[in-house]
């Protein structure tokens, strides 16, 4: 009997569909009060003064809170560098200070929320500006504005890598390839927006329900901000409406453990709700950070890549957030997955007055494919090489090191990927590949690009990755009742469903004997978060050791059999400042894209027609979980890549709503997706398992510009490909 490879129906599919799914919104408790965020709306400014007396004068008005109420006032992840409320009065030096429009200045608490709206509106605050920086090149002159003052510099994160001898290999080289790059910012847009709802539970924690990526986080970030013990925080996810990274960092959790906490502090024992508006949501979260490249490749006649070197500079934000981990993955990934011996790599974060950037599906490795993917295709396509047959020649091999000077851990399965999915796609390897070609015709020109790439899982660089789990066992003389304990957030992505399959396997009994407690600091331990691909890898070797523990004391006649066990990966390591030697991830999947367009030359529109997209998964815990995975990226890549045209000036926000902030709707995905699950075991893998969650999402947007160069001839070093952008491209070739 196995658990593992089969297409099990997720275990929260009848109650999502039937509407019984509750969501953080959704949550009404008796009695109830509601809160308002009142936010700056302005990019840089000094609060003078605050004056709220307009606002309690409204009738249903409770309580306002303002910087002064906050018993410690910074949060941030790794970096705490950004207040819970901007103004005067606070205990943290700087913080009367807003540095974008989403920072949140003060909390109205009403009984109803036209109350609160009503009174947040007749908050009355004496702004300075501040000049405004918008762009991180002018960030970084030593002359700028500081966005931090307590910095010496805008620039806060610095990565280099030195491999090799450049100079020697482009002086040797016979052919060289320079290009600069840029990729927006991109809105997670999830289901739904921002929300919760925060009181005092019956034990006395300040208790929050909410969605997130990480409990235990959510749950430090929010005891450190109210001077609490993190045992006096205890943090519920309910079911969540989608986070792809954007519920990585503070949003409403720090604000209505607070709320709940001062309410009590005046002896008023009631819940406070809090649900923001789409418009609230745009400007109050993270984005996909913006990143610009200089790079330039180098390759011999023969097709074997000598040399790279790559500039980059991150747009930031307003604060640190997670930008350095994203930073070292598009720093890693910016050469790809092939054997490149001389590298050159010069890497910055920079603040700036913008939203601040984040973690997002891929976390840095979207950016980096992009410029990877879209060099190889230019060397191949200069070289006069089919762009397979390229990669093959160059792709990573057991033991040959990354740019950071150590291989990538055995088992490497990169260039079966490539050719899994070049056969799919209708390439030809008769003595070599060779693409495949497309029937045109007078306004419609059709084109194929392609594109692979690597992907870690876990944050790594050195992080103490970790992920908890319980396995109870009851019954008499059989077992009769499995019981799983895990924290691991269900964002959407089927984790749940998979818990269930693998701890079912582990244990050795029939799925329908598994229940599951999830997402709850009261009785989880730490899962770590539910990002960077991986929680499945990490929540499977935290329930294979739990059970195998449990299944010991069965043995022993203990009833119940109750055990708990810490899954520690292999030690990585951080870039090294000079040489950017490390160690930087204990596994990786792979993946292979083909992209299949038509681009209108009459308007410029450009539609996917076809995608086939190859990725070793290591084992299929659910295959149909999996296609779901690649097809979601594969939609939320195409509005990155073609629809998703996220506009700040001066550090506003020009689409800040879904009508101008336009993703992808039914009619804009593609008409064709392939999903090809290769398994090619890891050894530290539970069961050979890797993460794959974000893999189909790197390679998408060069195989698009690859798609559209093959089929008008031009290259696109930035995105996303509008109709307005394609179609004054054609008209400018056409000159």
């Excluded at 947040?120 to 300075?128: A, F, H, K, P, S």
């Excluded at 959510?218 to 609490?228: K, M, R, T, Y």
């Excluded at 949003?251 to 002896?267: M, N, R, T």
Aim: with cysteine; charged share 20%.
């Amino acid at each position: 009997m196995t658990n593992l490879g089969k297409n099990i129906h997720r275990v929260d599919a009848l109650s999502k569909v039937t509407g019984q799914a509750l969501y953080p919104g959704d949550f009404s408790f008796p009695n109830q009060l509601y809160m308002k965020v009142l936010f700056a709306n302005r990019p840089h400014a000094v609060i003078h003064s605050i004056d709220v007396s307009k606002a309690y004068s409204t009738p249903g008005v409770v309580m306002v809170l303002t910087a002064a109420d906050v018993p410690n006032n910074e949060y941030g992840l790794g970096v705490p560098d950004q207040p819970v409320l901007c103004g005067p009065g606070s205990n943290k030096e700087f913080a009367d200070r807003v540095r974008f429009i989403g920072d949140q200045v003060a909390l109205v608490i009403a009984e109803t929320e036209e109350a609160a709206t009503q009174a947040r509106n007749l908050i009355t605050v004496n702004y300075e500006d501040l000049p405004v920086i918008s762009d991180p090149f002018s960030a970084m002159h030593e002359d700028a504005l500081l966005v931090h003052p307590e910095r010496e510099s805008n620039i806060f994160t610095k990565y280099r890598i030195r491999k090799g001898d450049i100079n020697k290999a482009f002086s040797e080289a016979d052919v060289v390839i320079e290009s600069e790059y840029a990729t927006p910012v991109q809105e997670h847009a999830y289901l739904q927006p921002e929300a919760g709802i925060g009181y005092i539970d019956d034990e006395g924690h300040v208790t929050v329900i909410v969605g997130g990526q990480w409990i235990h986080e959510d749950q430090e970030q929010i005891a450190h901000s109210l001077n609490l013990d993190k045992e006096q925080v205890r943090v519920i996810y309910p079911a969540i409406g989608g986070a792809f990274g954007g519920r990585e960092d503070m949003s409403v959790q720090i604000i209505l453990g607070l709320a709940a906490l001062k309410l009590k502090e005046k002896g008023i024992l009631r819940p406070v709700k809090i649900v923001w508006s789409r418009e609230e949501s745009i400007i109050g979260h993270h984005k996909r950070h913006a990143y610009y490249f200089k790079t330039r490749w180098a390759a011999t006649k023969d097709g074997i890549l000598t040399a790279a070197e790559v500039d980059i500079v991150a747009d930031g934000g307003a604060y640190v957030y997670t930008s350095p981990k994203v930073l070292g993955n598009a720093v890693l990934m910016c050469t790809g997955p092939y054997n490149i011996p001389n590298v050159s790599i010069d890497a910055k974060a920079v603040y700036t007055n913008n939203i601040p950037g984040g973690a997002f599906r891929g976390f840095g490795g979207p950016q980096g494919a992009f410029v990877a993917e879209s060099q190889i295709n230019k060397v191949a396509e200069k070289l006069e090489i089919d762009p397979v047959e390229f990669r093959l020649k160059n792709l990573l091999k057991e033991g040959e090191p990354l740019s950071v000077g150590t291989p990538l851990p055995e088992g490497i399965s990169i260039d079966k990927v490539v050719e899994e999915c070049a056969l799919h796609s209708g390439w030809r390897s008769y003595k070599g590949y060779k693409k495949p070609e497309l029937p045109q015709e007078s306004s419609i020109k059709r084109g194929i690009g392609f594109a692979c790439s690597f992907k870690n899982i876990g944050f790594s660089f050195g992080a103490p990755e970790n992920s908890w789990a319980i396995i109870e066992l009851h019954g008499e003389a059989e077992i009769e009742k499995v019981i799983l304990r895990h924290a691991g957030a269900e964002v959407g992505q089927g984790a749940h469903t998979v818990f269930k399959q693998m701890a079912a396997e582990a244990v050795g009994v029939p799925l329908d004997m598994v229940e599951l407690k999830l997402s709850d600091t009261a009785f989880t331990k730490n899962s770590g978060s539910v990002s960077a691909s991986r929680m499945t890898f990490m929540a499977g070797n935290a329930i294979k050791g739990a059970a195998q523990l449990a299944l010991e004391k069965w043995k022993n006649e203990e009833r119940p059999a109750v055990a708990e066990f810490q899954y520690w990966p292999p030690k990585t390591s951080p870039f090294d400042p000079e040489t950017g030697y490390c160690r930087p991830n204990f596994a990786y999947g792979y993946v292979a894209q083909s992209v299949e367009c038509e681009v209108d030359t009459e308007t410029g529109k450009v539609k996917i027609t076809r995608v086939v997209c190859a990725d070793d998964v290591g084992r299929a815990v659910n295959p149909q979980l999996i296609e779901g995975q690649v097809e979601g990226a594969i939609v939320q890549a195409s509005g990155y890549a073609i629809t998703e045209n996220f506009i700040q000036k001066d550090g506003f926000v020009l689409t800040d709503r879904l009508s101008t902030y336009l993703i992808p709707t039914v009619l804009d995905i593609p008409d064709q997706v392939e999903t090809v699950i290769l398994e090619y075991s890891d050894k530290i893998g539970p069961w050979g398992i890797k993460g794959m969650g974000e893999m189909p999402y790197l390679p998408f947007a060069p195989a698009v510009t690859a798609a559209v160069h093959d089929a008008t001839g031009i290259w696109f070093n930035d995105f996303p490909l509008t109709s307005e952008k394609v179609y004054t491209a054609l008209k400018r070739q056409q000159r």
